[in-house]
C-alpha cells in the first residue's frame, strides 16, 4: 500500500466473496456462524497468498481482494470453491457454507489503506450474480482467461449496474460443487460434448547415440502436426508440448497446464537401420492408460507407423475420419527416408533459434533439397530459416538477398510444388506481408494456411501481428487468443501475443500478457520488454527503463536496445541515450541490425534527417519493422516525428 495520504493508480483484478445466507444463519444460530465466518476466513487466507493475492479488508462476512492478474484472481477463486466443496464433503450438513464470488479486472485507486474505484464497483455488483458456490466474472475478466482455465465459462447476459451507462456482460465460472450449477464438464469430454484435445508430449530418445535425438523430436513434430489437421481436436503446439521435455512432471499436471484431455507420450529406439517406437495414450484427469503399443519395424517403414499411431489414437478418441479412407492422415511431403532424416534435423536445428542453429538448418534443408528436389517442405522450411535469422539478426541483409532474392524464390517454389501444405502457404505469406508490403495477398496466404491447419500457430503468431499492423482491433486480439490457446506454454508466442496487444494500444491487454509471461517465464527478455511499454503507458517512466536495461541485460536484442535508447531520449537523458546509440552502430557491426531501429533512436534524439534516412533503408531491405512505425511513434510519444511533413508520404508508402 502506499504511504497515508497519497494515490496510486493501477490496473488490477478484484474480488469479492460473500457468504451465502450468513444473516438468517446468524439470527438461528450466532454460536455456529461466527464458528464458520472464522473457518471460512482462515480458509480464504490461506488460498490468497498461492495466486499473489492481497487481501484489502473484510466487509461483513465477506473479502475484498486484489490481484495483479484475472487469471490468478480466477484460479484463485475455483481453489476456494474446490476446497470449500471438499470440506462440506467431510462434514454434516447443519456445519456446511458456500460463498459466492465476484471478480473484475480494471482500474483502481489505492488510498491510504483502501482500494476504490470503478474495478471495485464492479466486482461488488457482479457478486451476488453469482451462484451459491459459484464465480461471477465480468466481460473483462473473460478476455483474458478464456480457455485459459480447467473450468467451463458459461455466458450469463447482460446486466445493467448503478452508475454504467451500458449494459456488462457477465459470465459464471462453472465450480463443481456448486449448491446449482451443472457439473465439472472438463472432467468427462464423452459425456459433456466438449471439445476432444491431446498433447505429445517429446518422445524420448532411447537410442545410444544422442545425436538421434532429432529423429524422436521429429516424430513427436510430425504427430502433432498429424493430430492437428483432424477436425474437431484441438491439439496444443511444439513449444508448449516441449516446456515438459526432460522433465518428470505427473501427467495430471500436464493436463491442467495444456488443458487437454488426453496425452500420448513414447521413446524411440534407433539401432542401425531398425526402428522401436513405443507410444501410449493416457487420460489427462485420472492419469489411466487408454491405450499402448510398441512398434518394430524398420527405418523406411516411419510414414507407416506414424500413420498407424494416428489412426489408433483417432480410435481410442472415438473420433470419425470423414473420407479418410486408408489414406495417410498427415502429408509427409516425401516418402525418401535419406530426405526426410535431414528434414528433421533441419527442424530440430532451427528450433535452437541461434544463429549456428539457422545456418545448420539451412544446410540440412539443401541437402535435402539435393537428394529430394520436390521437397516443398523443404523449401518452406529454407524460406522460414533466412526470413526468421535475418529478423532476429543472425542472418545480414546481404546474405538473405542473395540466397533467395528480392521475393523469396524458396516460399514461391514450396506452394508451386504443394499449395495444400499449411507451412509452404505460410511461407508465402511471411514474405508477401513483411517483405513485398502486398498485404491483401499475404492475408490471403494466412487464411488458406489457418484453413488447411487450424492448429498451425506460425500461421496463426503472424496473422495475429498483420491484423494488428491493418489497425484491425477487434479480430487482432481474438487472432491472439487462438494463438494463446494453440501454444500457451511458450515464452516467445506469449511475447508476440504481446506485441500485438502494442501494436493496438491495448495497454490494459499488454499489461496482463506481461504478467502472464512473468508467471510463465521470469528470467526471459521478453516479460520485461512488455513490462516496460505498459509501464511506459502509465506514466512509469523510470520503472520503464529499468524494465527495457533489465531486459538488455537478460539477452535482449537490437530492439530491446534501441527502445531503451529512445526511452531514454524521450524523457530528456540525451547523453545516455547517445551512449546508447553509439553502442547500437557498434552492434551493427558483428550482427544484423534493422535499420528503423536506428530510425527510431534518432527520432528521440530530435534528428529527424537520419531517421527518415534509416527508414528509408529499412524500405530497401523489406523490414518487417517499418510496418509499425506508426504504432511505434504513438507508444514512444513521437509526436515531433509524426508532426514532420515528411511522415504521412513515409505511411503511405508502407500501404498499411
Known sequence: MPPDGTEHRK??????????????????????????LEEHRRLLRSIFPKHRGSEIKTIGDGFLAEFSSALAAVQCGIEIQEMIAKRNSLNPSQGNFQVRIGIHAGDVVHRDDDVIGDGVNIAARIEPLAEAGGICISQQVFDQVENRVAKSLKRMGQVKLKNMMRPLEVYGVVCEGAATGPPDLAQDSKSSGTQKSIAVLPFLNMSSDPENEYLSDGLTEDLIMAFSQLKGLRVPARTSSFAFKGKNEDIRRIGQQLNVNTILEGSVRKVGNRLRIT????????????????FDREMQEVFAIQDEITREIVRALEMQLIGAGDQPLAKHGTYNTE??????????????????????????????????????LAYAALSLSYQTGWFYGFLSFEEKLAAIGPHDLFAEKAVELDPNLAETQTALAIVRCWNLRDWSGGEDCFKRAIELNPNYVTAHEHYALFLGC??????????????????????MINLLMGFVYWIIHRYDLLLEQAQRLFELESNFFGTYWLLAWAHWSQGMHEAAIADLRKAVTLGGGPLQLADLGCLLGRVGRKAEAQRVLEELKEMATRRYVQPAYLGFLHASLGNHDQAFACFAQGMEHENASVALIAEYCVCAGLDDLRADPRFPALLKKIGI
Open 11 to 36: 490496473l488490477a483484478a478484484i474480488m469479492f466473496t460473500d457468504m451465502v445466507g450468513y444473516s438468517a444463519l446468524a439470527e438461528r444460530n450466532e454460536e455456529l456462524a461466527l464458528e464458520l
Open 279 to 294: 507410444a501410449q495414450l493416457i487420460n489427462a484427469a485420472h492419469g489411466d492408460h487408454l491405450w499402448s503399443q510398441t
Open 339 to 376: 530426405a526426410y532424416q535431414l528434414y528433421l534435423q533441419a527442424r530440430y536445428h532451427f528450433n535452437k533459434f541461434t544463429g549456428e542453429g539457422f545456418k545448420r538448418c539451412i544446410e540440412c534443408c539443401k541437402k535435402a533439397l539435393e537428394i529430394k528436389p520436390g521437397y516443398a
Open 470 to 491: 491493418s489497425k484491425r482491433t477487434d479480430e487482432a486480439i481474438t487472432q491472439a487468443r487462438l494463438t494463446l490457446q494453440i501454444d500457451p506454454l511458450s515464452p
